[in-house]
């Protein structure tokens, strides 16, 4: 039999505990040090409330504060025995203070428990890869700069177009990564409010202080309505792999890219020893599978998010223990994207360029829609200059291949070749850096004072 905080001394036979705990513990045991903590926020405003003397508040800080240097040093833990992370943290509790203990979970439910952890965890996952997205950004913006004056085709459907250059395609990453912070603050902005004080999702009749408590986790605000708290747990995963799931997609598409142009067909670029493996039987081989597996990782995004959205996206109002489901495809999923951001941020400094490969593969006919746009500034309408461009074609008669410096002069309109935006790129970078800093300082700041006692 499994004991449980919700039922008596009978508990749950084994069968039926295993099926509804599940591989939940693997997960919960990621949210125990956010679980301390919530219950520490939580311990402050009971003690606001008067529901807590000063004495038995003060001995659950110290308990609680012991707790999570265990939890953080490895040696407290989820076990077997227990049904979920709540169940760990209010048995060691009651194990150390006994009776006063029992009063920590007064005015909550394992419903905005579980909540005020998810979002705990998420504050933090969430600022990490908003800075691990930066520093990818941070890096392709470099190698742009470095690269500004390499030209060499672009490409639709996999096939020649027209002119382009090595730093108008990493500008470009740079600029679709910057871009993924807004989904990615928007998530943060919905986990950035607490659930503390919902309960089952109808409130509780006490007279708890939920901004207080919220103030004294971090987070920004409270999430006023109740009903709302529990209607928001599973959209709120699903909508932060969303954002995730958009950066999986942009570094999938660039790993592709990497993946042709590094290729012995082109070889505009060169994998160095460190990011390419071998075959086992064939010695010629240096394989891209970096950039592969990263491929192949925002792949994984996809299901993780379906997962999540399956689960979550066809229950009625209140809470479902269906929801428990959602946990392992919102870590996976992170955990999935973090590596990516970390590898490619570090893989992209290490490319190599061969010039003389990229300007060789500047075909005369690339220059078709160059040519055409230069009748065009001498007055010739453009279905006219396209016209007489591409009967010349048919001819065997080739457009004048042109110097890349020409290249660049005519593409000088915002955000073209030759004029990427660099400097405005890097502020935004560096502004972002500087905002994503702030927040995770307030943040930090909160937590360490309920960790160290500095706001008691």
Same mark, same amino acid.
């Given at each position: 039999?499994?004991?449980?905080?919700?039922?008596?001394?009978?508990?749950?036979?084994?069968?039926?505990?295993?099926?509804?705990?599940?591989?939940?513990?693997?997960?919960?045991?990621?949210?125990?040090?956010?679980?301390?903590?919530?219950?520490?926020?939580?311990?402050?405003?009971?003690?606001?409330?008067?529901?807590?003397?000063?004495?038995?508040?003060?001995?659950?800080?110290?308990?609680?504060?012991?707790?999570?240097?265990?939890?953080?040093?490895?040696?407290?833990?989820?076990?077997?025995?227990?049904?979920?992370?709540?169940?760990?943290?209010?048995?060691?509790?009651?194990?150390?203070?006994?009776?006063?203990?029992?009063?920590?979970?007064?005015?909550?439910?394992?419903?905005?428990?579980?909540?005020?952890?998810?979002?705990?965890?998420?504050?933090?996952?969430?600022?990490?890869?908003?800075?691990?997205?930066?520093?990818?950004?941070?890096?392709?913006?470099?190698?742009?700069?470095?690269?500004?004056?390499?030209?060499?085709?672009?490409?639709?459907?996999?096939?020649?177009?027209?002119?382009?250059?090595?730093?108008?395609?990493?500008?470009?990453?740079?600029?679709?990564?910057?871009?993924?912070?807004?989904?990615?603050?928007?998530?943060?902005?919905?986990?950035?409010?607490?659930?503390?004080?919902?309960?089952?999702?109808?409130?509780?009749?006490?007279?708890?202080?939920?901004?207080?408590?919220?103030?004294?986790?971090?987070?920004?605000?409270?999430?006023?309505?109740?009903?709302?708290?529990?209607?928001?747990?599973?959209?709120?995963?699903?909508?932060?792999?969303?954002?995730?799931?958009?950066?999986?997609?942009?570094?999938?598409?660039?790993?592709?890219?990497?993946?042709?142009?590094?290729?012995?067909?082109?070889?505009?670029?060169?994998?160095?020893?460190?990011?390419?493996?071998?075959?086992?039987?064939?010695?010629?081989?240096?394989?891209?599978?970096?950039?592969?597996?990263?491929?192949?990782?925002?792949?994984?995004?996809?299901?993780?998010?379906?997962?999540?959205?399956?689960?979550?996206?066809?229950?009625?109002?209140?809470?479902? /223990?269906?929801?428990?489901?959602?946990?392992?495809?919102?870590?996976?999923?992170?955990?999935?994207?973090?590596?990516?951001?970390?590898?490619?941020?570090?893989?992209?400094?290490?490319?190599?360029?061969?010039?003389?490969?990229?300007?060789?593969?500047?075909?005369?006919?690339?220059?078709?829609?160059?040519?055409?746009?230069?009748?065009?500034?001498?007055?010739?309408?453009?279905?006219?200059?396209?016209?007489?461009?591409?009967?010349?074609?048919?001819?065997?008669?080739?457009?004048?291949?042109?110097?890349?410096?020409?290249?660049?002069?005519?593409?000088?309109?915002?955000?073209?070749?030759?004029?990427?935006?660099?400097?405005?790129?890097? /502020?935004?970078?560096?502004?972002?850096?500087?905002?994503?800093? /702030?927040?995770?300082?307030?943040?930090?700041?909160?937590?360490?004072?309920?960790?160290?006692?500095?706001?008691?």
């Amino acid at each position: 039999m499994t004991r449980t905080l919700w039922g008596g001394d009978d508990g749950l036979p084994a069968r039926v505990a295993a099926y509804t705990v599940g591989d939940d513990g693997v997960w919960d045991s990621r949210l125990l040090p956010w679980d301390i903590l919530g219950t520490l926020g939580h311990v402050e405003g009971l003690a606001a409330a008067g529901l807590l003397t000063g004495p038995e508040a003060g001995r659950l800080r110290s308990a609680l504060r012991a707790l999570l240097a265990e939890a953080r040093a490895g040696a407290l833990a989820v076990t077997a025995d227990d049904e979920d992370v709540h169940t760990a943290v209010e048995r060691a509790l009651v194990a150390r203070t006994g009776s006063v203990g029992e009063k920590v979970h007064t005015g909550r439910s394992r419903n905005d428990q579980v909540a005020v952890d998810l979002r705990l965890y998420l504050k933090d996952a969430l600022l990490d890869l908003a800075g691990g997205v930066l520093d990818a950004a941070a890096a392709l913006a470099a190698f742009a700069g470095a690269h500004r004056r390499v030209v060499l085709p672009g490409y639709t459907h996999q096939r020649r177009a027209m002119p382009s250059t090595l730093g108008l395609w990493a500008a470009g990453y740079a600029e679709l990564l910057i871009d993924d912070l807004a989904p990615l603050g928007a998530a943060l902005d919905l986990a950035d409010r607490s659930p503390l004080g919902s309960a089952a999702g109808f409130g509780v009749p006490l007279p708890l202080d939920r901004e207080r408590v919220a103030r004294a986790l971090g987070f920004a605000s409270v999430q006023r309505n109740v009903t709302a708290v529990a209607a928001t747990r599973g959209k709120l995963e699903v909508q932060a792999l969303s954002a995730a799931w958009g950066i999986a997609y942009d570094l999938a598409k660039l790993s592709w890219d990497v993946i042709l142009f590094s290729s012995e067909e082109l070889g505009f670029l060169a994998l160095p020893a460190g990011l390419a493996t071998g075959s086992s039987i064939m010695p010629n081989k240096r394989n891209p599978d970096v950039f592969e597996l990263t491929r192949a990782r925002a792949a994984l995004l996809d299901g993780y998010l379906v997962q999540a959205m399956a689960v979550a996206g066809k229950l009625p109002g209140g809470y479902h /223990r269906d929801l428990q489901l959602t946990k392992a495809p919102l870590m996976r999923g992170f955990d999935t994207v973090a590596e990516m951001v970390a590898m490619i941020a570090a893989a992209v400094p290490l490319l190599a360029v061969d010039r003389d490969r990229c300007a060789a593969a500047l075909s005369e006919d690339v220059f078709a829609t160059d040519a055409a746009l230069a009748r065009v500034r001498a007055g010739v309408p453009f279905r006219a200059a396209y016209r007489e461009i591409a009967e010349e074609l048919r001819r065997g008669v080739a457009p004048k291949p042109l110097p890349a410096a020409e290249v660049l002069a005519g593409r000088t309109a915002s955000g073209n070749a030759g004029n990427l935006g660099l400097p405005a790129l890097r /502020r935004e970078i560096a502004q972002s850096r500087r905002r994503l800093a /702030r927040r995770r300082e307030s943040f930090a700041a909160a937590l360490h004072a309920l960790a160290r006692g500095g706001g008691s």
